[in-house]
């Protein structure tokens, strides 16, 4: 059974940095993606970014290109998502979900397993 854990979040002022990790078991095939999803107070869970597992290659929401970045350790099975230059309307519980083909896309319904979230905090 796959299992994602994300860790990382907290609180930080406007302007910081953040590293979030997801850390996943459980997967025995490598064509899948990993994506980054937030979900803000009283909004629906949105696309951050993606990864692919095998190659690398990565794909971000507009909202973030040029100030979050996602990485990958295959040796530790930790898919990572630096994120600099924080706003506070980055505030939210942010997910990390893999996909269930190679599709690294922003569309949830690609995304068959989820980590129970990790909470980031960006005061003004």
């Known amino acids: 059974q796959v299992q994602l854990v994300e860790s990382g979040g907290g609180r930080v002022q406007a302007g910081g940095s953040l590293r979030l ?25 949105d ?23 996602a990485s990958r350790d295959t040796a530790k099975n930790q898919v990572y998502l630096q994120m600099n230059k924080l706003k506070p309307e980055d505030t939210a519980v942010y997910y990390c979900a893999q996909t269930i083909g190679g599709h690294a896309g922003s569309d949830e ?15 003004s």
């Open 21 to 45: 990790s997801c850390t996943a078991s459980g997967r025995t095939v490598d064509d899948y993606a990993v994506g980054w999803f937030r979900q803000a107070p009283g909004k629906e869970r």
């Open 47 to 69: 696309f951050v970014g993606a990864i692919t597992w095998i190659g690398g290659g990565t794909y971000y929401a507009d909202s973030v290109k040029g100030r979050f970045t």
């Open 109 to 123: 319904s690609d995304y068959g397993y989820w980590g129970q979230g990790t909470q980031v905090i960006v005061a």
